[in-house]
């Protein structure tokens, strides 16, 4: 494993076309906002590869696109070899947590693969929502809380670098 000296930070949702692109693009602006751009390596991907290869969803790209936000990722499947490689993991919902821990079959990264909402300062939910088979207003909800989580990981991520 190569070393970048760079902070490497992956999301995790099922497909990689809702929720995990649209962390990677709210942390990825906020640490562009903060000048932070060169110390990180953002990333994001899903626990199936079904949608391998796809943009974003068009509803979460036309909604964050309303925060300018730019979705332009790829959709790909998390594989071992990225537990290895990032310092954060951060899971969408538990059900994405379970296949993340079951893919550290060595149990050897449990403390770097988290809950993406562990960040939000007063959490009033546990899990960022699939926002797939609803309407406009969960996607809506998704970025809220991304965002959200977002502020929470960076500022604490800067803390332990300090």
Do not use: W
């Amino acid at each position: 494993m190569e070393s970048t000296g760079r902070i490497k930070v992956l999301f995790v949702c099922m497909g990689n076309i809702c929720r995990s692109p649209a962390a990677e693009g709210a942390f990825a602006a906020l640490v562009r906002a903060r000048g932070l751009a060169d110390r990180f390596e953002i990333d994001s991907a899903g626990t199936i590869g079904y949608h391998a290869g796809e943009l974003p969803d068009a509803r979460m790209r036309t909604a964050a696109a309303r925060r300018g936000l730019n979705l332009v990722h790829h959709a790909r499947k998390v594989t071992p070899q990225d537990l290895d490689r990032f310092d954060h993991v951060l899971a969408m919902d538990r059900d994405n947590l379970f296949h993340l821990h079951a893919l550290d079959r060595r149990g050897q990264h449990r403390e770097k693969i988290k809950l993406f909402t562990e960040y939000l300062e007063n959490p009033a939910t546990a899990e960022v929502p699939d926002p797939y088979y609803g309407g406009e207003e969960g996607f809506e909800r998704v970025l809220d809380l991304v965002e959200a989580c977002s502020v929470g990981l960076l500022d604490t991520i800067t803390k332990e670098k300090a």
